[in-house]
T-cell receptor, first 112, second 113 residues
Framework: GQNIDQPTEMTATEGAIVQINCTYQ??????LFWYQQHAGEAPTFLSYNVLDGLEEKGRFSSFLSRSKGYSYLLLKELQMKDSASYLC?????????????FGGGTRVLVKP | NAGVTQTPKFRILKIGQSMTLQCTQDMNHNYMYWYRQDPGMGLKLIYY???????DKGEVPNGYNVSRSTTEDFPLRLELAAPSQTSVYFCASILSGASYEQYFGPGTRLTVT
């Protein structure tokens, strides 16, 4: 099975930087995903990491260390619209159907 | 493209009633999924399908059934609704096993009382 841990909630100030950590345990790692979910809405895809290192996409970056079972999502120059839940998900090599296992999500509150 | 659509948006069921949640995608995606999300929690996989005529159980399949007669449609059936099935249900699709971005529908908010 898989175990994914991420903090429940984080608060940050507009314009600042926030780092959301995700640790996972899986028997056969085949990719880590980050999704953003605004309250009352569906998740939307943010990033995908399968190799170690940092992937940058505008104000958002995602980092992966496979040996440590660790990823983080970095949100820079925070805006009020970044207030949302951020879901970490892992794909297992042995999982048929391209299935993802999701963590519980981290709710980020951006304050003025 | 409409993407992934779900109906209804909201529904209240009495204990023991049955209903079908509809999901349709117009992207010609092969893989489709049903998730449930309880308040403040992540997504739990109920059932998935890798193509028309092929379905399989996910993490929490008890109390649900699915069918996939066409590529576009993937309905989720609740038989004998229970309060524990109160949740938000999301349908998602992805082109193939090599793809990585799942596209989600807007969700169905279900309350069982």
């Amino acid at each position: 099975g898989q175990n994914i841990d991420q903090p429940t909630e984080m608060t940050a100030t507009e314009g600042a930087i926030v780092q959301i950590n995700c640790t996972y345990q899986t028997s056969g790692f085949n990719g880590l995903f980050w999704y953003q979910q605004h309250a009352g809405e569906a998740p939307t895809f943010l990033s995908y990491n399968v190799l170690d290192g940092l992937e940058e996409k505008g104000r958002f970056s995602s980092f992966l260390s496979r040996s440590k079972g660790y990823s983080y999502l970095l949100l820079k120059e925070l805006q009020m619209k970044d207030s949302a839940s951020y879901l970490c998900a892992v794909r297992d090599l042995a999982a048929a159907g391209n299935k993802l296992t999701f963590g519980g999500g981290t709710r980020v509150l951006v304050k003025p | 493209n409409a993407g992934v659509t779900q109906t209804p948006k909201f529904r209240i069921l009495k204990i023991g009633q049955s209903m079908t949640l509809q999901c349709t995608q117009d992207m010609n995606h092969n893989y489709m999924y049903w998730y449930r999300q309880d308040p403040g929690m992540g997504l739990k996989l109920i059932y998935y399908s890798v193509g028309a005529g092929i379905t399989d159980k996910g993490e929490v399949p008890n109390g649900y059934n699915v069918s996939r007669s066409t590529t576009e449609d993937f309905p989720l059936r609740l038989e004998l609704a229970a309060p524990s099935q109160t949740s938000v249900y999301f349908c998602a699709s992805i082109l193939s096993g090599a793809s990585y971005e799942q596209y989600f529908g807007p969700g169905t908010r279900l309350t069982v009382t």
